[in-house]
């Protein structure tokens, strides 16, 4: 028995190395983009709600994406992928596609939100105008729609938001693990999910926020368009309602927008939105990244 | 004897553990000191206002120091925890996105703000390196600390101070206070993005020091209720302001002396 056991354990040590050798199994990646059904259908939906009453409906949701990576601890696969423009009120649609991806855990997935190019690439509807005023504008998620309160009528929203963010380390919304599995020849459908209700969260940092809208409706001017730059006129520690007395909610009290615990560059709500708006990116649905910003 | 390839495996396995976990250099252990600059208590608000304080005092939980991303000495000290360690402020719940923690502080402690010179706030640890921001914690208060007639009167913060301003040649005063809490939850309690690169050595001095004239810069103190003092609670419009201000990151300063503490 002894030496049968010893050319056994011969014999794997000699073919662990060869097995090595071998061509490794492959199978092929899928990325979407998708705005969920608030990008398609808007606020409320499915339980999601404005605390003060309001229904926004989205005609553009406009997200530049770039530079989906994935990685194991051997180091980072190459994919290309280029910039890209996708209209997610348009509805899920695919972004990139590879084929011979060594099939296996890639525990690291990114990518990137980023303003668009010259070269960006238009996908669906998307126009070469519409691309061309996000460049001009720095925007890498340009957000139209509109809101309506049944009192206090309706607003037009034309947010373009400047975001620069890199979600790494993203979490599998599907199955909660570090990254994804890409199956012998099989495909992998993954999904870069862009989360929209973040960004009319009353908090940055509590665990639970409701959404609001009166602090957006009153920075408004008169053409009852809301803009990053109206944002601003709402300081956080001074916020006006519609009718330009102090910000309360239906019982009264004030209102309070809590930034998140890493500050503002501003105290104003458009440097909110923008903190806000920098996590909008998720992973698969629920799974979330870590955000690193202003890195390009 | 008898399963001679058995152990030989078992030997081959242990001593390549053994290889890679001494293959790697760990962080060289670091000590500091953490002070206290206290200070600042007059200034003027955005808002026009003169502010005198009388106190100004905080109670926090912990001073966490991160090595940047990617750190291998402080990250392989978290999964090792060889000798002397990096002490890790934190359970179940990973507080700090999975940062690993340089040299840290753990309190809690009573700040008083106000007082003069450095106040020595106790020891840190951890190790040699690079550092990539700090964050303020704060955590359920200490019994002594808890109550109404504590040095905070049960708050997290409490201010007491007048402001005063002319109006149309008219003076103005407000004599003021009140305090503010931090509820655990998400990341409701902490300052995080503290201002901090310096590498730190074997040893040395953090001092910390806090921008009060940040907290009541936007304060409009004449929509305070009238008392007096006129109290500022959470909902008021002082009291929102100071909230702000409080946790606004850019007002907190953390420096750092090589040497010996």
Known sequence: MNRTA??????????????????????????????????????????????????????????SVQNFSIADGSGAFPLEAPSSLVDLHEGPRTIWQYASVPARRWPEVGYELAPPTAATRLLGGVTEAQRDAMIASGASLHVLGTASHPTHGSYQIDLALPLDVHAEHCESGADGTAGIVVPTSGTRVSEMTIHLDHLFLQSARAEASVLRFDAWAAAAGPDRVVTLE????????DLRGIDGGPLVDAEGNPVVYEPPSSGLPEQNLAALVVALADTVGHFEGEGHCDYHTGEH | MRHPPFVFGVTLCVALTLFAACGVTRGEPASAELA????GGRFTTATGWDVVLDEARLVIDGLHVFAPAGDASAALERVLWLGPSVALAHGGHDDFGGRATRIEWLGPALLDLLGEGPTPLGPMSGSVGATDGATLAFGPLPADLATASGPTHGHHAFLRGTASREVDGAPEVVRFEGGLDFTVGGTEHLIEAIAMTDRVEPEGRFTLSFELSRWLDQARFERLAAGDPALITPSAQVGIAWDLGLRDPMGIHLTYERGTP
């Open chain 2, 36 to 39: 206290l600059e206290g200070g």
């Open chain 1, 230 to 237: 109206r944002l601003a006129r709402q300081e956080l520690a």
């Open chain 1, 6 to 63: 010893t050319l056994l354990s011969i014999t794997l040590a000699l073919l662990a190395p060869l097995a090595s050798g071998c061509p490794e199994p492959t199978g092929s990646l899928r990325v979407d983009a998708n705005g969920e059904a608030i990008a398609t259908m808007g606020l409320p939906i499915d339980g999601i709600a404005f605390e003060d009453g309001w229904s926004v409906s989205f005609e553009h949701v406009l997200a």
